[in-house]
C-alpha cells in the first residue's frame, strides 16, 4: 500500500523526506527519495548519497532557471530526459563543495527568494532540473512531481531528490523501492496519485469551440482546447461513440510542419503521420485524434528538414515535445471519455498514465501488427 497525498504532504511540510514512485500498477515504476529544498540539510544530502546511492539534484521551475540565468546543460536532450541545467555551486561559504554541508548551502542559496544569478557559480557539485510549466498535469516525471510537492507542502517549489539505486547499482524497482521506504520509515506515494490529486481541484485545458467537421476521410466531431499554461490550442477530431467501457483507438500527435504539411518520411522508419492516422480511425466504430500544437523554433524545423534529408547527425531541438506534453494529451482524452486505449504508435513505456483514469492496452503500428501491453 502507498501513503496518501496528504500524507508525503504533511511529512514534507515537516521536513521530512519521502519516496516518490511512477504507478502503483506498474511494478516496473522508478523512484526517487525527495525532500523540500526549504529543508534541506547536510543529513538530508548524505542521506541521499549515501543511501539513495543516485545523483543529488535540484528540481525548480523554469522562472527560477530564468532568475539564476541557467540555461539547459545540453541542447540535444532527447524526448524523454530530463531537463538538466549547468551545473552549480555557491559562489561563497563552501569549501571544495562535494561535501553535504557544501551542497546543502548551494541549494538553499539557489532557493532563495531574493537569489540572483551572481549568488552561484558553474560548474558546481548540484544538478538543477527545470520542471515542466503545469507539473503533473504536463509531464509525469519525477521532476515535476517533486516540484509539485513541494508546492503542496507550501514551500518554495522546488526540491532536492536523487535516483534510488539497488545495491548492485541498477535503477531499484517498485518492489525494492517500497522496501526501501520501509527500511527507513519513509512515506511513500505514486505520480499516479498526485495527478488524480491534482485533476480533482484544477484542470490546465479548457474546451474553447466544439462542432462538426467534414474532412477528405468523412465527418469528425472537433474540440478545440486551450493549454492555459502557455495559451496553445490543440485539436481533438473523435468519431463515434466514445465509451470509456472499452477500447478506444486512439492517435496523439504532435504538430510538425515539414512531416504534416510535405508528408515527409524518414528513411527507415516506420510512423504514423496524421492522414494515415485519421484515414485508419475513418475505419473504425469509434476513435480519437489528438493534435498537439508544438510551437516550432527554428532549430526544430531545421532538425525536422535535416532527418527528411537523411542528416542522421543533425542536432537535435532542446527540447523534443511528445514525451513532455503526454500529461496535456491525457487530459484531452480524460476529457472525451476514453479510458481503455489502443494506441496508434510502437509500444513504449507511458509514466503514471493512471492517474488520469486511462490505460493503454494495446499499440498498434502503421503496418497493421498489433502488440498487446501484456505481451510488450
Known amino acids: 500500500m502507498l501513503n496518501t497525498v496528504e500524507e508525503l504532504i504533511a511529512d514534507l511540510r515537516r521536513g521530512q523526506m519521502v519516496v516518490l514512485i511512477d504507478d502503483d500498477k506498474d511494478s516496473a515504476s522508478e523512484g ?4 523540500a529544498a526549504d529543508h534541506v540539510d547536510a543529513t538530508a544530502v548524505n542521506f ?22 541557467l540555461p539547459l546543460m545540453a541542447e540535444d536532450s532527447g524526448a524523454e530526459k530530463t531537463n538538466f541545467t549547468l551545473s552549480i555551486e555557491a559562489r561563497h561559504g563552501i569549501d571544495t563543495g562535494i561535501s553535504a554541508a557544501d551542497r546543502a548551502l548551494t541549494v538553499q542559496v539557489a532557493v532563495a527568494p531574493n537569489a540572483v544569478p551572481d549568488d552561484i557559480v558553474q560548474p558546481g557539485h548540484i544538478f538543477p532540473l527545470a520542471a515542466e510549466e503545469g507539473g503533473v498535469l504536463t509531464r509525469a516525471g519525477h521532476t515535476e512531481a517533486a516540484v509539485d510537492y513541494a508546492r503542496l507542502a507550501g514551500c518554495s517549489p522546488a526540491a532536492v531528490i536523487a535516483d534510488v539505486l539497488t545495491p548492485e547499482g541498477y535503477l531499484a524497482d517498485g518492489q525494492t523501492l517500497r522496501e526501501f521506504a520501509r527500511t527507513w520509515d519513509l512515506k511513500i506515494g505514486s505520480i499516479a496519485d498526485l495527478i488524480h490529486f491534482r485533476l480533482s481541484n484544477e484542470r490546465t485545458i479548457r474546451r474553447e469551440r466544439e462542432g462538426k467537421i467534414n474532412t477528405k476521410h468523412g465527418e469528425f466531431e472537433l ?6 499554461a502557455n495559451s496553445l490550442i490543440h485539436i481533438a477530431l473523435t468519431k463515434g461513440q466514445i465509451d470509456g467501457s472499452k477500447e ?3 492517435r496523439v500527435h504532435v504538430q510538425s510542419v515539414l512531416r504534416d504539411l510535405a508528408s515527409t518520411r524518414v528513411s527507415g522508419v516506420e510512423s504514423w503521420d496524421i492522414d494515415t492516422a485519421i484515414e485508419y480511425l475513418s475505419r473504425q ?3 480519437v485524434a489528438v493534435i498537439l500544437a508544438n510551437d516550432e523554433s527554428a532549430e526544430t524545423l531545421l532538425h525536422s528538414v535535416d532527418m527528411a534529408l537523411g542528416n542522421t547527425d543533425a542536432t537535435k531541438p532542446k527540447i523534443a515535445p511528445t514525451y513532455n506534453r503526454i500529461g496535456i494529451g491525457s487530459q484531452i482524452l480524460k476529457d472525451l471519455g476514453v479510458r481503455k486505449i489502443s494506441l496508434l504508435g510502437a509500444p513504449m513505456k507511458y509514466n503514471a498514465l493512471s492517474g488520469f483514469d486511462l490505460e493503454v492496452h494495446s499499440f498498434i503500428e502503421p503496418s497493421g501488427k498489433i502488440t498487446r501491453v501484456e505481451e510488450s
Open 248 to 250: 478506444v483507438p486512439v
Open 223 to 228: 474540440i478545440a482546447f486551450r493549454d492555459q
Open 32 to 35: 526517487v527519495v525527495m525532500v
Open 48 to 69: 541521499m548519497a549515501r543511501r539513495a546511492k543516485g545523483l543529488v539534484c535540484l528540481a525548480i521551475t523554469k522562472d527560477r532557471c530564468k532568475q539564476l540565468n
Open 285 to 287: 466504430d469509434s476513435g
